[in-house]
Structure formats: C-alpha cells, structure tokens
C-alpha cells in the first residue's frame, strides 16, 4: 500500500539498482508523479519501456547522466507519458533528434526540458521538433555543438519562450541571439556564456527590440566577445546585461580542439590512446563493478 500513496521517488546515482526493483516501481508505484533515475547505470531498455508504460502519472522525469545499456530506442517511450511536464535528459548520450520529435509528438504538456551535453545526437532537427511544443516554457540547451542560427530561428517560431540557456554552444551567433529575442517576446532570461561568436551587435540589436516590452530580458553574456564597457545602456532599459560566465569549460563539445589551439606545437600532444566518450564509459564501468561496500568493509576492518 505505502507504493500506491508514493508520489515523489528519487533513486539518484542508484547504480545497484537493477531490473528487480525497477519492475517493483513500474508495477507498485503507479501513482507516481516525480521520478529521478539519473545516473542509474544499470537501467536498460526494457525496464524504461515498462516505467513509460505504467507511470502514465508522470509530471517529473530526470534521466541525466551515464548508462550502460540505454539506446534512443526506450527513451523515446517517454512520449508516452501524456502529464509529463519537466523533463531532465541532459548529459545523456543516447538522446537524438529521433527521441526529441518522439516526445515532442506525445508529451503536450511539457514545459521545461533539459537536454544539455547531449551534443552528440543532437541537431537543429531537434530543435524543429521542439517547435511543436507550443507550452514549452524553459528550455536548456548547453554545450551542444551542432545547433546553430538557423535553428533557433526553428524553435522561436511560436515565441512564448521565457527562459533559455546556450552556454558553451560554439555555433550560436548574433544571429541566433537576436532571432530568439526578436520572436521570444516573453523572454526573460537568455544565457549565451561561452558562445564565443556572439558580440556586441547582439546585445544592442536586443536593446532596440526590447524598449517597448513590459518585461526585462537578462542576457548572460560572460565568456562571449561582448565588451560591455563599449555599450551605452540605459539604466531605465528592459534590457539588462549580466557579466558572469557560467560555461563550464569541461563540458564544451569542442573542448579538444580549444585545448589544441592553446598549444603551438600540436606535436606534443598523444592523441592516439583518446578514447572519446569510451573514457567515461569506462570509468561508468568501474564505478559498478566497485560499488560493494563489503570492499569498504575490508578497508575499516584490515
């Protein structure tokens, strides 16, 4: 009985949890409405289908993360969970546009969606997906290497965006900025840290779209090539400006080459043993297999 009654279940970084206990949430907790699953490595496609088939009650789904056998396949079941309201999939490297238009079509509720790092998979076709999602309100978007300008002119098309992230995007321009604000008239916060190709001429094309809102719009504008010191902003504008940079360098997509580029003698560095994302599977893979505490035990104990 105590299943029936529970609403929110969180089993972050769970990584002993397997196919037994998963099936006990599936079958149990049907009433559930907030789940977070992330960093749960052992989760497979099955288990995911059969959560997506029986917590038809869902309003909040976290899966970010690292897992060892999850393909889009199982993560585009999320479309059928029809309440579904907040979602959290970033840093999760099975996510791609196929999964993204899967649960754009089924989840018409949804209002804020997560799919930062996921830079693999996804593409300005996802973004076009998300343009279907017209109750789509918060939208975070980090270190993903492929979107550019032209997306995002995709996604602003219904314009009742009030917040979204591009941090560490390395493809997002001006361009990209002024679309979002120019059809987002609702936006309120946009975060371009780390988007090296964004200048002034975005932050005072923004100004002259803005003067007549009755919101202020923040940008973020730390780590791009804006100099603020050359803008004349007006203190009274809805357009405020905020310095700080909230790109974390570790999860840029074009990281390697940044990293190349700070060296004038490439000769120095070994790339042949660069594993990619195989160093993390790895490391995903010996979390698990440590994961004993009678390993523990023995340490106290010897």
């Known amino acids: 009985m105590a299943g029936v009654r529970l609403r929110r279940l969180v089993l972050r970084g769970c990584s002993g949890l397997t196919a037994t206990g998963l099936s ?18 052992q989760i497979s496609d099955h288990d995911l289908l059969l959560l997506c088939q029986n917590l038809r009650a869902l309003r909040v789904f976290h899966l970010s993360g690292s897992f060892l056998n999850l393909t889009g396949d199982s993560i585009g079941a999320i479309g059928h969970l029809p309440l579904l309201e907040e979602l959290n999939l970033s840093h999760n490297k099975a996510v791609n546009d196929v999964v993204i238009g899967a649960i754009c079509a089924g989840c018409t509720k949804l209002r804020f969606l997560d799919i930062s790092a996921c830079s693999q998979g996804i593409t300005d076709v996802a973004l076009n997906h998300l343009s279907r999602c017209s109750g789509l309100r918060q939208l975070k978007l980090n270190y993903l290497g492929q979107i550019t300008d032209s997306g995002l002119g995709s996604l ?3 314009g009742l965006l009030h917040s979204v992230e591009l941090r560490g995007c390395p493809q997002v321009s001006d361009g990209g900025v002024l679309i979002l604000v120019e059809l987002c008239r609702d936006l309120r916060l946009l975060d371009v840290s780390g988007c090296e190709l964004v200048t002034n001429a975005a932050v005072t094309g923004a100004m002259d779209v803005v003067g007549e809102r009755s919101d202020v719009l923040t940008i973020v504008i730390g780590g791009t090539l804006v100099e603020p010191n050359r803008l004349c902003l007006d203190p009274k504008s809805k357009l405020k400006i905020d310095r700080r940079n909230f790109c974390i360098e570790l999860y840029r997509p074009d990281r390697l080459e940044r990293m190349l580029s700070y060296h004038e003698d490439r000769d120095d560095w070994d790339l042949d043993g ?27 104990l010897s």
């Open 24 to 41: 006990k949430v599936a079958t149990k907790c049907c009433f559930l409405s907030e789940l977070t699953l992330s960093d749960c490595l």
């Open 156 to 158: 602003s098309c219904h």
């Open 274 to 300: 660069y594993e990619g994302d195989g160093e993390a599977e790895a490391r995903a893979q010996d979390m698990l297999e440590n994961d004993d505490p009678l390993l523990m035990e023995d340490y106290v």
